[in-house]
Structures are given as C-alpha cells and as structure tokens.
C-alpha cells in the first residue's frame, strides 16, 4: 500500500534509506515517525549480510525499522545502481552509513548526485567522521563509548572502565543525523539548496559528555568514576532504604535545607563539614554513609513521598517491566500499538516529543525485506512487465 504518514508534520518529505544495523535506522525512524515517507533500500534476500537486528522478526528490527517502506537493490548491478538514481532525484533525503569510500565507488556520493537533485539533503553517519587518519576504520557503539571518554567516567572507582548499557554512541549519532538534517531542509527552505552533512559515533560521544568535557578544556580537570554519586552535585545519587534502593537528587542551599529536615538531620544544616557544598565534597563519603543509616529506618515508598512532597527530587530505580507500571509512563501514554501483518498485535514505545497539532503514532509496522519493492518501482513509472524482467534479472 502507499506511505501511511505516522504524523503529517513531515509527510511531504521523502527519505531514502541506505542503512543499516542501528545509527543510520535511527536517524530515519526518527524521521518516519514524523510522518515522512521512509524508503528503506536493502540487498536481495539472497545477496544480505548480518543487517538486521537479530533477524527480521526480532523485537529489535520491528521497533527500529516501523513507519518505512522496504524495498530491494541489487546495487552491484548497473540497473540496480540507476534505479536507486531514479529514486533519489524524486526525494528530498538521502542517508547512508557505508564506510566513507564506499558511496564514491558506486557512483552515489553528494557531489554526483546534487546534478539531478540540487535541492537534496545528504546524511552520512560513521565511525569516526568522513576524513582524517581514523576515517577509514569500522565503527563499533562500544569502541567510540571507549574512545570518546564515557567509559572513563562510567562505574565504580577502581573498577575499571565500564560500558553504558544501552547503545548510546549508535543512538545519539542517529538522532543528530536526524536533528541536522531538520535543520538543512529549514535552510532550504530559505536558500533552495541542499548540501551534505555528516556526523559519527565518536562525535556525538564527544559531545554527550556535556559537563565533563568543559570540566578538562576549561578548569584542566580530568573527570574520573563517581559511581553512582554525581562527581559534583553532593548529595546525588544511589541511596539505599530499608527495602530496597532509590535516587536523590539535592541541588542548592535551600533543597539541602528541606532535605536535612525531612531525613531528621537539621543539626547538618550548621555543621562546617556538611553546611556548604565544598565541605560536603570533601566529605562525601561520611555524609553518604549517614544518609544511608538514616534511610535505613523506613521504606522506599515513605522516602519517596516525603522527599517529593518537600520538594526534594527523589525515585525508584526500575527495572524495565517496573518502569511500565509507572503510573507517570502510562499517564503519558509512552506505548502505542500497531498491528503488524506478518507478526500480529505489537507495542513499541513512541516519540518522546508530544506535538499537540501534529502528533506522531505509528502506523506502520516494521516490513519485511523488499515487502515494498514492486509497489515503489510502480511509483517511479514502471509498468507490470518491466518490473517482472528486473525480478527476472535479480536486479531486486
């Protein structure tokens, strides 16, 4: 069937989709769920490589991969070549993630392609960035976790390096992707031009450190693991009650103030060693120790009313069932549901961005490989015989 737009905020928009495993599908999801019409090219069947997110059917694939269209390319084949070509000049995105050499060897690099299309966006997503001495290496999420100063800072002190347990390099490079190309079709708009872009997974790690690196580039500190404590912010972080374990967060004098109250402590408010945040620095370890003993004469649940009722930031730590019990998560109505025609009823966390006029939802499931492929060639012109003699000549 035609595009379902999951949204009409980008449903004028057509994206080809020349991605694979997790960064560049997120930057197109991510475009999808907006409502532009998401062409996702990939090999034949017979021609594919480990591409898929644990398989088709996986739980992976079907929430990385909803609200596109999927067709397939032999692009080994000069036909398969032109077709992707025929497509492109029809659309306003392109986004790829081969290797840097890649799109020049088969002729679809931004330069060649601008000619028929000059209002085209251009995205590419790597390891580490379109040139320079690393350029050419195989990017890995844990690799730019490591490379790019995460892993230095993540864990307990003196338990060496630890990875984040979700693929945050792959997810933020796409969402960037996807950030930078809103921004380029903005600007055309004003200009008519498009113009190529391009980000990597060491880059948006760089970037996500956020606080830490101004830390070394302008104080000349360099961050170390602070556990599950806030390496600045004194008291913050994991703290254990009588039944299990919570997060607090106290951020300024007067937050300080009510927490000392409500934990029954205020003779900390004038104690030199805890009264300001320099003498709780110093002495952290101390203080930790009696919010724990503290803490430890009560439940999760009375901590987390008392403290929020204070105004004191407070919360459990969720596993990931226990966060869809979270009456704030379904308040907020996070999980949509889409009925996929291969695998049945499905639901798949949405957007976090709530658009009053112009929401996102998700109309369509994730597709099977080249599910699409007959009915796109059609829209470019194609008539019923010349697509079966490109089956034929397995150009799909």
């Not at 226990?322 to 009823?345: C, D, T, Y």
């Given at each position: 069937?035609?595009?379902?737009?999951?949204?009409?905020?980008?449903?004028?928009?057509?994206?080809?989709?020349?991605?694979?495993?997790?960064?560049?599908?997120?930057?197109?999801?991510?475009?999808?769920?907006?409502?532009?019409?998401?062409?996702?090219?990939?090999?034949?069947?017979?021609?594919?490589?480990?591409?898929?997110?644990?398989?088709?059917?996986?739980?992976?694939?079907?929430?990385?991969?909803?609200?596109?269209?999927?067709?397939?390319?032999?692009?080994?084949?000069?036909?398969?070549?032109?077709?992707?070509?025929?497509?492109?000049?029809?659309?306003?995105?392109?986004?790829?993630?081969?290797?840097?050499?890649?799109?020049?060897?088969?002729?679809?690099?931004?330069?060649?392609?601008?000619?028929?299309?000059?209002?085209?966006?251009?995205?590419?997503?790597?390891?580490?960035?379109?040139?320079?001495?690393?350029?050419?290496?195989?990017?890995?999420?844990?690799?730019?976790?490591?490379?790019?100063?995460l892993m230095s800072v993540t864990g307990l002190p003196g338990d060496g390096p630890v990875r984040v347990g979700i693929p945050i390099a792959d997810l933020c490079a796409g969402i960037f992707a996807a950030q930078g190309i809103l921004v380029a079709l903005l600007e055309r708009g004003a200009s008519g031009k498009g113009q190529w872009l391009h980000t990597s997974l060491l880059e948006s790690m760089v970037y996500m450190m956020d606080f830490q690196t101004s830390r070394w580039l302008i104080d000349g500190e360099v961050p170390s693991q602070a556990g599950n404590y806030h390496p600045t912010s004194i008291p913050t972080g994991v703290y254990k009650a009588r039944d299990g374990y919570l997060n607090i967060a106290v951020f300024g004098s007067k937050i300080w103030e009510r927490f000392c109250e409500i934990l029954g402590a205020p003779e900390w408010i004038g104690d030199p060693r805890y009264h300001d945040k320099a003498g709780r620095s110093v002495n952290r370890d101390s203080l930790n120790a009696e919010i724990n003993r503290r803490l430890a004469d009560q439940d999760c649940a009375y901590w987390i009313e008392q403290f929020n009722a204070g105004g004191v930031a407070?919360?459990?730590?969720?596993?990931?069932?226990?966060?869809?019990?979270?009456?704030?998560?379904?308040?907020?109505?996070?999980?949509?549901?889409?009925?996929?025609?291969?695998?049945?009823?499905?639901?798949?966390?949405?957007?976090?961005?709530?658009?009053?006029?112009?929401?996102?939802?998700?109309?369509?499931?994730?597709?099977?490989?080249?599910?699409?492929?007959?009915?796109v060639l059609a829209e470019l012109g194609l008539d019923a015989a010349e697509i079966q003699r490109l089956r034929a000549a397995s150009v799909f």
């Open positions: 069937m035609p595009h379902m737009p999951a949204s009409s905020a980008l449903s004028r928009f057509r994206v080809i989709d020349l991605t694979q495993v997790r960064a560049g599908p997120t930057a197109c999801r991510q475009l999808a769920d907006w409502g532009a019409d998401v062409i996702q090219v990939q090999m034949p069947e017979h021609m594919r490589g480990d591409d898929t997110l644990g398989g088709q059917e996986g739980s992976d694939y079907q929430y990385t991969h909803r609200n596109k269209r999927s067709v397939t390319l032999n692009l080994k084949q000069p036909e398969g070549i032109a077709l992707l070509k025929r497509l492109i000049a029809g659309a306003d995105v392109v986004v790829e993630n081969f290797r840097p050499d890649v799109k020049f060897r088969l002729g679809i690099d931004y330069d060649t392609l601008v000619g028929d299309n000059p209002g085209l966006v251009y995205a590419s997503i790597s390891g580490f960035g379109q040139t320079g001495p690393y350029a050419s290496r195989p990017g890995f999420d844990q690799i730019a976790q490591g490379m790019g100063g407070c919360g459990l730590i969720n596993d990931v069932r226990a966060v869809f019990e979270e009456p704030q998560v379904q308040h907020l109505g996070m999980v949509k549901e889409v009925e996929s025609r291969h695998l049945g009823h499905q639901r798949l966390v949405g957007q976090p961005v709530q658009l009053e006029r112009t929401p996102s939802t998700i109309a369509r499931a994730a597709p099977r490989r080249g599910e699409h492929t007959e009915e």
